[in-house]
DNA sequence: GCCGTTTTCGGCCCGACTGTTTTCAGTCG
């Protein structure tokens, strides 16, 4: 079991225990659990195996009781007290607290009246059954059916380029508005996590009702879910919904740090500030007179607490506290820092553009370099090039270097792991290509041990220099294949071949907390786009983000160094 | 259920909006 379903475990308890009412802070301390052990780059199996019950029970929120149930999953399979609780509750009723709008007591409320699934909820509602039930009215049984068909119409989670191109609409509209002197995204897109539940957008005013309701107008929204003075919440027309705050300038710092998150992160500044005599909330730091004393930049936040600034692509309690408070933060890797892009297609595979149009279009971006990758033999579906077209098309990437001024272009491929590990060519063709990057296009479905194999064969052929996408998940449309990164990352150390982060937003892979990993263990990484077209060179500020959110430096990343430098 | 440079017991972040209330509960950020 992955640390992804070890994970699920604990949020599915957290959320009965919730629909029974139970203590709240156990609640959190599950939910707690959970979050740590999504972050975790080991797995639980392996941390068990290696340490026993003592090493699980040192993961930060994991104590006895929570480390027993790993044991059980472990040895038995299941945990008897999930078992349980699922029994209590009728199949689909945990749908009901999905709805926006609906928590856990109205929920608890239904099922007292045997109202335990979606379709019996809405047939209640449309017949005006829950009007009359305590607490309730005609307002809320309205509530409900529209919250039955928010849920129908949701989207889900969004990818981070849709996200950004409709935060930065947002913020254009947001800019024309003479009263909004500061306007920041927030939230887990200014953090940079992988998907995004809404927009979060801060603006700074004095006349907070004349933004409100310009905004709630705005003509990309859709529906109006809350309106005050301060917070309005909103769906906007692709689906996407959006939160709009608004403070005073002297809170700005407090209400930005407040509004990026994360929750947890939050949770913890409020409680350091309850140690110092304080009190933090998105208004500023108050002292116990209730005078503030603290908060009105984003710095001042951390500088309060003698902590280094914390960027937000670390503010996940991810041990970021520990690192400020020591002076220990990474430099974080930058956009600029990005010297070229080792890993892109053109028209002679699967791409869109020429090997001139990739380069001029990576000139405008400033690059020193390109590595033209196009597929190999195998991968038919992408019109992979057999050894003599490669050899023709190497002629083009070269003589492409030799016209165009000012770039150096490589000439490599990205060659595809067979299922025994063996590579889609000879050395005798990989000999002449500058450099070779290597990916797994086919086979997805071997078992965990033999696709580790595979790879670390693979990674074994010393032309080799970059292992892409190396778990091939596609967020929202398939999982990774199953793959022991503990075994092929010390193998891309030992073998010298650097780890791709793959900056498409669909891909975004390797992920952050396995980048830490694998920093930890001394591989080097290299963030690339992909880019089937020269626009799609542009999604390398992606690969960046989650670079920095694996609280990786510039040093650690092989295409922030010169051409000369290259591996 | 977790946790401890004041604690191994008694705390656990703080505030906005809505609908139903006549002072607050529920839900959410
Ligand atoms: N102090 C505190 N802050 C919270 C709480 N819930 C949310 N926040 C803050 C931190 C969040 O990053 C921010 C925005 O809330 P969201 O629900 O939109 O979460 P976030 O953007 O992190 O993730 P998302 O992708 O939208 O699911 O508000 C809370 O319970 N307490
Ligand atoms: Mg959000
Ligand atoms: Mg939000
Ligand atoms: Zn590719």
Not at 71 to 90: A, C, N
Not at 102 to 107: D, Q
Not at 130 to 147: H, T
Not at 343 to 349: G, N, P, R
Request: proline letters at 4%.
């Amino acid at each position: 079991m992955n640390n992804l379903e070890f994970a699920k475990i604990f949020w599915q308890i957290a959320e009965f225990l919730e629909l029974k009412a139970d203590n709240p802070f156990k609640i959190r301390a599950y939910r707690a659990a959970a979050q740590n052990i999504e972050s975790l780059s080991k797995s639980l199996e392996e941390i068990y195996a290696q340490g026993g019950l003592k090493a699980i029970e040192e993961i930060p929120g994991i104590g006895t009781h929570i480390g027993q149930k790993i044991e059980e999953q472990i040895k038995t399979g299941k945990v008897s007290v999930l078992t349980q609780l699922r029994k209590e509750f009728p199949q689909g009723f945990l749908e009901l607290a999905s709805i926006p709008g609906l928590g856990p007591k109205t929920a608890l409320l239904l099922k007292k009246l045997k109202i335990d699934s979606l379709a019996k909820l809405e047939k209640a509602a449309k017949s005006g059954q829950l009007r009359d039930l305590p607490g309730f009215g005609a307002k809320k049984e309205k509530n409900i059916l529209r919250g039955l068909n928010l849920k129908k119409a949701s989207h889900g989670r969004f990818l981070l380029d849709e996200a950004s191109a409709h935060a930065e609409l947002l913020v254009e509209e947001l800019e024309k508005l003479p009263e909004a002197k500061k306007i920041l995204p927030c939230g887990s897109l200014r953090r940079g996590q992988e998907t995004v539940g809404d927009l979060d957008i801060l603006v700074v005013s004095d006349k907070p009702n004349i933004i409100m309701d310009k905004f709630v107008k705005l003509a990309m929204v859709k529906d109006i879910l809350a309106k005050g003075e301060t917070k309005s919440s909103v769906i906007l027309k692709n689906g996407l919904p959006a939160d709009l705050r608004v403070v005073n300038e002297k809170s700005f710092g407090a209400a930005s740090h407040y509004f990026t998150g994360s929750k947890a992160h939050n949770i913890h500044i409020r409680q350091l500030a309850h140690q110092a005599g304080w009190k933090v909330s998105e208004y500023g730091i108050f002292n116990q007179k209730g005078q503030q004393i603290g908060g009105q930049t984003e710095a001042d936040m951390f500088a309060k607490f003698r902590l280094d600034y914390i960027p937000p692509e670390l503010r996940e309690m991810r041990g970021e506290f520990e690192a400020a408070a020591k002076g220990q933060l990474p430099k974080l890797v930058e956009l600029s820092d990005i010297k070229g892009d080792l890993h892109l297609h053109t028209k002679a595979t699967d791409g869109l553009n020429s090997i001139e149009e990739m380069a001029e279009a990576a000139k405008k971006l400033g690059y020193e370099y390109i590595l033209i990758s196009d597929h190999t033999q195998s991968t038919r579906v992408a019109g992979g090039l057999s050894e003599s077209e490669m050899l023709a098309h190497l002629k083009k990437i070269k003589a492409a270097n030799k016209k165009i001024k000012g770039l150096e272009i490589l000439a490599g491929a990205e060659v595809d792991i067979l299922p025994d590990g063996s590579l889609d060519y000879p050395n005798k063709i990989l000999n002449q290509l500058d450099i070779v990057i290597v990916s797994i296009h086919s086979n997805f479905k071997m078992p965990k041990e033999k696709m580790t194999q595979r790879i670390v064969t693979a990674l074994s052929n010393p032309l080799v220099k970059i292992f892409c996408h190396p778990t091939g998940r596609l967020i929202g449309q398939r999982e990774g294949y199953e793959v022991d990164l503990e075994k092929v990352l010390p193998a891309a150390q030992k073998y010298n071949v650097a780890i791709e982060i793959n900056a498409h937003p669909q891909r975004l892979d390797l992920t952050d907390v396995y980048c830490q990993r694998a920093k930890e263990l001394g591989v080097k990484m290299v963030i690339s786009t992909d880019a089937h077209s020269t626009d799609q060179l542009e999604l390398m500020k992606y690969g960046v983000m989650v670079a920095r959110r694996g609280w990786l430096e510039k040093k650690d990343i092989v295409n922030t160094q010169a051409v000369r430098d290259l591996l």
